[in-house]
């Protein structure tokens, strides 16, 4: 009497208990998972996240690069402006130097001829300084000898 079974507790099929669940508490394969558990969704969204993070370090990388070329842009452009300069004084120097060397060798070939002529009255001095001392000698050997002037005859006259 009392020992009547209930069964009104218990499941009696399969079909009975909720969906999902079987007698050992697992999952079963026909039960409906929530979308952003199905692994489809879980590999695009880890996809998806490591896609943004590449997109994020390559911007970084982009942005890094752009400053670096900036810089040596920057530094070659005044690299170029002082070898200007320097270009522009080396030619400056260059003219002033060639002036003063075209100046030299005038110069010099002023210094050449007066050392040629130099050369020719070296050459001509002592015929002419023998013509003049026996020229005054003569005068001397003519004059009587109380009546000579010495000073008179080596003055040059």
Request: hydrophobic residues 40%.
């Amino acid at each position: 009497m009392n020992e009547q079974q209930t069964t009104s507790n218990v499941p009696s099929t399969a079909s009975d208990a909720q969906p999902g669940m079987s007698g050992g508490g697992a999952m079963d394969s026909n039960a409906r998972e929530p979308a952003w558990v199905q692994p489809g969704y879980v590999v695009s969204g880890i996809l998806a996240l490591l896609l943004a993070a590449n997109w994020w370090t390559s911007q970084n990388q982009i942005s890094a690069l752009r400053e670096e070329v900036a810089r040596r842009l920057l530094s070659a452009d005044t690299v170029s402006s002082e070898t200007k300069i320097l270009a522009k004084n080396v030619q400056e120097t260059t003219k002033e130097i060639q002036a003063k060397v075209i100046l030299l060798e005038g110069k010099q070939s002023e210094a050449q001829s007066q050392q040629l002529a130099l050369e020719q009255l070296y050459r001509i001095y002592p015929k002419i300084a023998m013509n003049g001392l026996w020229l005054r000698l003569s005068r001397f050997w003519q004059r009587p000898v109380n009546n000579c002037n010495w000073q008179e005859m080596f003055r040059g006259h």
